[in-house]
Each structure stands twice: as C-alpha cells, then as structure tokens.
C-alpha cells in the first residue's frame, strides 16, 4: 500500500518531457522520516500530549475526545531550492485500532509547534503530562504559545483523504499534497506539516498510528517526494502582473508566462491587469493596482470589474440617530409593539428587515424602531407596559408564524416551540416582581401581549429592554428588540451633570450585513458570533457633530458576544460617571474602558478644548473572543466626533456624586460559588452541540439557590474556560467585593495571591460583571421587596441560549425549612433530629432554648408543604 504507482511516475515525466520542461532522467526520488510528530489530545486546558512517545493518535477515542496527530518532515538540504516537486506521498503505520474503515484526512498546518519529552502510558490513548515545548489541544508551545482556535490551527480544506481500516500500511499522495511540499521547498518558514484529522462524530473511530520514535524504523512516517532538480530561472510573468523569478518549469505549472532565461524582473516587464477599484468615497472605478493605490483605493484583485463587485462601507457618512423617548398612551401607562420594519443601516446599503419596539401608529400597526425608543421613568413613580407582539411577514402583512432567522432547534426552548417567533420583555438592571421580569418560558407568540408593571423602586440607572426568550434570545436581539429606560430623580438632575442635547444615548451592536442590505447570522447555533460591522443606534460608524463642550453619553453593550475596549483617538480623557445600577461616587477619569455584553458605563467627554473641524474618533482594540489575542477579531471603527464651533455646556463635573455605601460582608448569611465552564453533554441529540456551557454543570431547570427574602449573600463566579463571561443577575444590584486569580490541582480549585479590590469605575452598584478567565469574582446582593425565581446567566447571548442561564427562587422568611430549600421534608426532619435534645440553635423553633417535642411538633406541623 505504501508504494508510489510507477504508471503515475512515468506518465507525469513523459507530460513534462512533451512540454519541454524536463527528461525521465531529471527526476529525483527521496524518502525523508518525520522529523517531529505529536498527538494533540482534546483537553480545555492543555494539560496531555505524547511528544516522545511511540504513538500518534487520530480521530474520536471511546469516550468521546478528540485526537488529532501532527507530522513535520524536514526537507532543508534534501530537496534543492528552486526544484520542481512532481508527487508527495505520505506513507504512516497502524498499529492499533478498535473500529473499522474511517475517513482521515491530511491538512496543511498553519503555525509552528512542539515536539516536547512528553511520553503517555499504556497504550497511549490519554496521553502523559504535557512537558516543556509540547505541543497540546491549546498550545504550538506548552505551556507559554497557544493555537488560535483550540485543536491546531490548520487549512479547512483537507490536502488528501483515505479511508484507513486495519493494521497495516497507509499512504496519503494528491496533486494537492504535491502543491504543499512544493510551498515548503519555496519557503521552508511556512512549512509546519500537516495534521491528520478523522471522524470526530459518532462513536470511537480512532486510529493509532507509528511516530518517529517506533521501535521498527520502517514503520515511521515516511514522506516520499519527486522532483525535478532545479534550471536556470528568468523572469515569469503571473496572470495578476507580477514578476517572479523561477525556472520555465516552475513558471508553467503556476500558470504564468516565461519570458526567458536571464531575463530580470527589475523593472516589472509584464503587463499589468485592471480590477476594481474601491475609492474612499464608496465609488469604483476599474483601475490597475497602481493607479488604485495611487488614489487611496482599495484594489479588489486582477479580472474584478465594478459592476460584480460590492466595495467595502465608508466609515463615519451617517449622521448619528438619537432614539425618540417613548411616548406614555395614558398618563404612566405605555403600549409599545414589535414589529418588522425597514431601516438604511448605512448610507451605501439597501433598506435592511429588522425588527424593533415603537407605540401605536392609530392605524393598527406601530412606528417601531431599532433600537426602540427611549423610556424615560423617575424613582418611585410607577409605570405600566403593555409589550404587544406584532410580528408581521412584511411580505404579507400575516402575523409571522416562523421567525426570520433560522432557528436551531437543539437549543432549550426551540426544542419545543420551534421555529416561532415568541417574545418576550426583560428590563435589565429592573428591580421588578417576578410575574414582570420577563419570564424565558413565558415567551409568546404574534398576536399576544404581556402587561408588565415597573414600580422605579431603585436608584436612577441607565436600564436597557430587551427581549428574553428561552433558547432565542440571540436572534431576537440581533434582529433589533433592544431600548434603552433611564430611570432619573431629583438628586441627579440637581448635579448640574450634561442634560438635554448633551445627554445621548449609545447602543453599541455588531452586525453581519449582505450587500442586499438583509442581517447575516450563522443558521446553527455557535459559541460565539462576532459581527463585521459595528452599528452605534441602529447606524454602521456613523458621526455626531458636537458643540466644544461636555457631552453625557450613556453607553450600552449590546452586541451578543463582542466585547469592546474604547479610547479616544487622541488620547483624550472619558471620564466615568456611572455603571450598571447608576452614578458612581465621584467620577474617573479613563484613558479607555472594556464593557462586556449587557454592561453599561456613563462617561462624560469634554470637546471643549478642541478646535472647530476637530475630527475625534471613538476606536475599539478589544480582541474576540475576549481577552483572546491582542489584534485577533477586532473592528476598530467604533464613531466619529466631529467639533463645531459653538459653546456648549461648559459647567465643571461635580466632584462628589452619589453615596454608594457598602454592604458590609458580614451582613451575607450565605456565600455561594458557581463554576462557569463548558461541560460534554451525553444527552445531546445527534447532530446537535455534543457541549453545553453551564454554571455548576447544571441547567435552566436545576434551581438549588433559594435566598431568603430581606437577607444578603455573596456569590463567587469562577471561570474555568479560556474567555471571559460577563454574568448578570435578575431582581438585584450587587457590590463586587473582589477578584482573585486561581489554578487547578487535582480537580480543586486553588486560589492564587491575595484578593484585588475592585477598580473604582466598579466600585458602584452593578447587575453584570466581568469574570475573567481562570479569575473569581465575588459579588455581594441583597434580595429585597419580591419572592420569586428570577434568572442569572452569563450575558454572552450565545452562551445564555446554550444553558448558560439558571434560576434563583427569593423565598420568604421559612424557620422550618432548616436546609433553606424552599420545600419542608425529611432533609429538615433529618436536622432536626440530628440536634434532638441540644440548644440547637437552628432547630430550636420555639426559641425555648433546646430542641425537643415542641420543636418537632412545629416541623411536622407543616411537613411536605413549601415556604410561602
């Protein structure tokens, strides 16, 4: 199986031979053993690999991970440089396997990795202890480089692909393969090898392979390379007019024309191809690459032509939309639809179909917007909505029976509902009852609304409405259902702070637009989704003109998945006025600020110094996923600032804020913690996500956290995944305490140095926190005023629709429910007994200072009932 076809051998020198570019007797034939392979062992944290052993692995092991192996061949003074390489066959061993015929497929590696003194025991299916330079499911290098994606970052395209069945010798050759080792003959840098991937669904179908350190020499991997030596070279001239220099055999296999031995490419003499040329104003024009250059364009490549091509969006051509403030239907009461409707998104783009809120249009439909409009509310005055589902086929005008998206239907929630388009309203940051809070499972249907009350019982905020439906909370969101709610009261408006036209909201999302103008997403479920546009009020980069003086801008976070790290381009100061749950103590002055999803900051810009034309831009550097790698996933354009030449509000930022005492950590009679990371799920359907990102590894379902209502509590996030997730919670706004960094010995959590107070643009009232990777965050809340199971979820839209979301249940003060789990049963009768005939103190129900008849006749008294 391992030799070369003679027939195929012959047949391609006898082709180059008619071409005039080599004889049979040019042809050279080498057989090179890898000079490193490994095997990469799918482990979140990087923790096995097999660099010296006798074993590569590839495909999915019996109890469900993953492997992959990788190989090198050094082919430095064994090829010449400037050769022609005819056929590459890679040629591996199987020394064991459980399954039967499966795919492997070889693909070209994109990143330098290590070979470290790792050795795995027994058969080496699990690996040994990652060592030194190895490379590992996270790592090219353990343990200080990692891959960009975890797995290995490779080629999607496989370069060859066999079925490998039993023991014995396999051999991997394509014209495909032939192109790679020819790349790496070329430019010896980008020559990584390749990995060798297999099924990695269903069952066990893995392969083990021999490596270099197999004790039968022969069986190593071998890669078998013909080539013919290089010729003189000369100048060839490329179909997108450039110049290489290479031989007349090189030239004809990569499609250019040779323009003879000895002849230079200094100067260029090949003809040069137009293209389309995308111009700053959002024009085109079809232009050589030079002339394009030459006008600050952006050359689409040789043989586009404007008419097939959409040049890329202008930044900062739209004016900034400021959403309209809701407008009350009856004194404190409110009726705001949802409704499909068209809106330009960019100056150079079609009308696009998005959903939004607006109020009543008095012709049976509703002016909705995205976002929607702004409702304004004061502390302690109550108001009224009524959230009416009016999604209609704008097609049609029916009300929609499918959403507009395509739903996955593995997701919780869609697994029952399907693909309708249920809604409903969650106020984020709201400290509201629980039959307003916006129940996931309670989502409904067009043609039905829900009546929420919000009685503003809570300090003035930047809030924000969104829609919470189970297991589509992404798609409804990213097809607009967002506004902001600024609760406001006396003591604010009396601080002088920018109001009026100097107070502006911001909602930052990210998009995926087709030219047609219609919203990209990925049909199925993913872990995260990352748009390439970033849209400020419903606009792609759009501008505000301001006046040289202070602006309030109230920004939100609300992409799905994006993090954003915000500066000025100039430098200047933003200072920090306010978070999640409303105005700090004093302000803080910042270079730059991360906001997570769902997390708000009020910032107060001074524009007053600038000159008139001034153009300032809003820029984001966050990586994504974050904190990721720095540069990787980032769209830099955020907004522009354009400065006018008028005053405007130049009063001084008060010093002295709002009072934000702490709750004192003693005052916390539970303190609870709550791993984040993502968990195999056994139970998965087939074809659906075989993870599941959860908290506790449990789900919507599983409610174990029942805080007594009037009492506090400190809740620890401890992430265990490689990304940060910002987690909110319902009903409450907390005080973070600390953060702590940690590692893991033996499955145990370990902290790390002392614990770091929070920074003081933190130290306020906050709903959503940032829980960094391998970092824990304790936060302290207090549960007052409503009973009720009320969600927390991590606010990564993508992860809260993939179980990222459980429940809480605020229980009333209940002393015979001794284990505090809302339901009295044997659990407490089992306490009780325990303390029989002591003081207690738990038990003593009576408070007579011992635990005895009377206390149990209390207990059974209200046996198997639960607590009001």
């Known amino acids: 199986m391992g030799e070369q076809n003679p027939m195929r051998r012959n047949f391609l020198i006898a082709c180059l031979t008619v071409l005039g570019i080599a004889s049979p007797s040019l042809a050279d034939l080498v057989t090179v053993t ?149 790349a790496w003959v070329d430019n010896g ?44 070279t000369g100048a060839c001239c490329m179909p997108d007019g450039s110049c290489l220099t290479m031989t007349s055999g090189d030239c004809a296999l990569a499609g250019g024309m040779f323009q003879g031995a000895g002849v230079s490419c200094d100067p260029n003499p090949c003809p040069q191809p137009t293209g389309a040329c995308c111009l700053p104003d959002g024009s085109c024009d079809d232009l050589t690459e030079l002339d394009c250059l030459a006008m600050s364009g952006d050359w689409m490549g040789a043989g586009t032509d404007c008419m097939s091509t959409d040049c ?10 400021i959403p309209a403030v809701a407008p009350p239907a009856m004194g404190s009461h409110y009726i705001l639809g949802m409704a499909e409707v068209q809106q330009r998104l960019h100056r150079d783009l079609p009308m696009s179909t998005v ?71 969650h106020l984020h940051g709201g400290h509201v009852a629980e039959a307003d809070d916006g129940d996931p499972d309670l989502a409904y249907g067009p043609g039905l609304s829900a009546l929420y009350s919000y009685p503003n019982i809570q300090e003035p905020a930047t809030l924000w409405y969104h829609d919470h439906g189970l297991g589509i909370t992404r798609l409804n969101v990213y097809m607009g259902l967002a506004g902001f709610y600024l609760l406001r009261d006396d003591a604010e408006d009396a601080l002088g702070l920018p109001s009026g036209a100097y107070e502006i909201p911001l909602v930052l999302q990210d998009r995926d637009i087709n030219p047609d103008g219609t919203l990209s997403y990925p049909d199925l479920w993913q872990d995260h989704f990352f748009g390439q546009y970033i849209l400020v009020n419903g606009k792609v980069w759009p501008f505000l003109k301001v006046r040289q003086g202070k ?106 804020l709002r009072s934000v005492p702490p709750i004192p950590e003693g005052e916390a009679v539970v303190s609870r913690d709550f791993v984040l990371r993502l968990e195999a799920d056994p139970t998965a359907p087939e074809g659906c996500p075989q993870f599941r990102w959860e908290i506790n590894g449990l789900r919507w379902n599983d409610i174990t956290e029942f805080p007594e209502l009037g009492t506090a509590e400190i809740w620890r996030f401890i992430n265990r995944s490689g990304i940060t997730h910002p987690m909110h919670m319902h009903l409450v706004q907390f005080q973070v305490l600390d953060t702590q960094a940690f590692t893991i010995m033996n499955n145990e ?32 809340a207090r549960f007052e005023d409503f009973t009720g199971q009320f969600p927390y979820h991590c606010h990564i839209l993508e992860h809260e629709d993939h179980e990222m979301m459980r429940q809480f249940q605020v229980v009333a003060p209940c002393p015979e429910d001794l284990n505090d789990d809302g339901v009295i049963d044997t659990a407490d009768l089992g306490i009780l007994l325990g303390q029989f005939g002591t003081p207690g103190p738990e038990s003593d129900l009576n408070g007579d200072m011992i635990v005895d008849t009377a206390d149990l006749g209390i207990l059974l008294g209200v046996f198997g009932t639960g607590c009001p």
């Open 749 to 780: 959590i370990v902290p790390v140095g002392s614990p770091t107070p929070p920074a003081p643009q933190d130290a306020g009232w906050k709903d959503t926190v940032q829980v960094m990777p391998s970092e824990m965050v304790r936060v302290i």
């Open 551 to 656: 602006y309030r801008f109230r920004l939100l976070n609300g992409s799905g998945s994006r993090f954003y790290t915000l500066a000025l381009s100039n430098g200047g100061t933003i200072q920090q006025i306010g978070s999640d749950g409303g105005l700090l103590p004093a302000p803080v002055a910042l270079t730059e600020l991360t906001i997570g999803p769902g997390e708000r900051a009020d910032i107060v810009i001074d524009f007053a110094g600038e000159p008139a034309g001034t153009e300032i831009l809003l820029t984001n550097s966050a990586p994504a996923p974050f904190p990721g790698v720095p540069g990787v996933g980032v769209v830099p354009e955020v907004m522009k600032f354009v400065v006018q030449n008028t005053a405007g509000h130049t009063d001084p930022l008060p010093m002295a």
């Open 34 to 182: 890898s000079s490193k392979d490994n095997t990469l062992y799918e482990d979140f944290l990087g923790r096995f690999s097999n660099g010296a052993g006798e074993s590569l692995f590839s495909g999915l092991n019996g109890g469900g991970f993953i492997r992959r192996a990788v190989v090198q061949f050094d082919l430095s003074g064994v090829v010449p440089p400037g050769s022609t390489v005819i056929s590459a066959t890679l040629t591996m061993q199987v020394t064991r396997t459980q399954s039967g015929p499966q795919t492997q497929s070889l693909h070209t590696i994109l990143a330098d990795w290590g070979e470290g003194a790792s050795v795995a025991g027994g058969n080496g299916g699990g690996g040994g202890a990652s060592a030194p330079g190895d490379a590992t499911w996270l790592h090219t290098f353990y343990d200080t480089d990692f891959w960009a994606a975890e797995g290995g970052d490779f080629t999607a395209s496989p370069s060859a692909s066999i079925s490998v069945d039993g023991l014995g010798s396999y051999s991997w050759m394509s014209a495909q393969m032939a192109s790679d080792v020819q």
């Open 189 to 232: 840098a980008t020559n990584f090898g390749w990995i060798v991937v297999g099924v990695e669904l269903g069952g066990d179908t893995a392969k083990r392979y021999a490596s270099r350190e197999y004790s039968i020499a022969s069986q190593r991997p071998e890669l078998t390379v013909e080539f013919l030596p290089p010729t003189s």
């Open 312 to 321: 890329p969006l202008v930044p900062y051509v739209d004016a900034l939309p």
């Open 355 to 425: 959903w939004g809120y607006g109020p009543p249009n008095g012709m049976g439909g509703y002016d909705a917007t995205f976002p929607g409009p702004t409702i304004e509310a004061r502390v302690g005055q109550g108001i009224t909505v009524q959230w009416v589902n009016d999604l209609r086929d704008l097609t049609t005008g029916l009300l929609r029976d499918t959403h507009y998206l395509n739903v996955d239907t593995c997701m919780h929630g869609p697994n029952m509902t399907g693909d309708d388009p249920v809604t409903v309203v």
